[in-house]
């Protein structure tokens, strides 16, 4: 599968899903938790949904196969 998530796009998920995981451990949500999803496709560099909806976050040599 081809990558569609760019690196700023990887950082933001990063952020973000180390932000949901903090509010979940601090206050006992466990919906906090869902940040696992963000940090997942920011490891793999692969969105499901992005893939779906045919958009990509890449530069045009960001991303190879």
Do not use: Q, W
């Amino acid at each position: 599968m081809t990558k569609n998530v760019g690196k700023i796009d990887k950082i933001i998920r990063l952020v973000l899903g180390v932000v949901l995981i903090a509010f979940a451990l601090m206050t006992g949500n466990v919906l906090g938790y869902i940040g696992i999803i963000p940090i997942v496709t920011a490891l793999m560099g692969l969105c499901p949904l992005y893939t779906l909806l045919g958009k990509s976050s890449c530069g045009s040599d960001e991303c190879t196969k």
